[in-house]
């Protein structure tokens, strides 16, 4: 059975920084296609960033420079490194694991992340 839980999240001021942690049990995060996704209230969910199997990664325009993701395959954990945070990145940021066989799509449960002064 394949769990992901998020974690680190909460609020923070502008220009502030979290990093989020997303720790896999029942997949092996090296082994498959990792993803932080974020909702926001009233918008549909989007990709923030990824990384694959063999480490290369991708990121949403409007986080570039400023969010990292990475991955401790020794924990079996993805992080997202979050800088200059800004209020318009407040949202529930989401886990996403998508298998390398079947293409099956696993989520966590979410963690609020808020930007306000």
């Known amino acids: 059975q394949v769990q992901l839980v998020e974690s680190g999240g909460g609020l923070v001021q502008p220009g502030g920084s979290l990093r989020l942690s997303c720790q896999a049990s029942?997949?092996?995060?090296?082994?498959?296609?990792m993803a932080w996704y974020r909702q926001a209230p009233g918008k549909e969910r989007e990709l923030v960033a990824t990384?694959?199997?063999?480490?290369?990664?991708n990121y949403a325009d409007s986080v570039k420079g400023r969010f990292t993701i990475s991955r401790d395959n020794n924990k079996n954990t993805v992080y997202l490194q979050m800088n200059s945070l800004k209020p318009e990145d407040t949202a529930v940021y989401f886990c996403?694991?998508?298998?390398?066989?079947?293409?099956?799509?696993?989520w966590g449960q979410g963690t609020q992340v808020t930007v306000s002064s």
């Open positions: 996403n694991a998508r298998t390398m066989i079947g293409g099956l799509d696993y």
């Open positions: 990384i694959t199997n063999y480490g290369s990664t």
């Open positions: 029942g997949l092996i995060v090296s082994l498959n296609h």
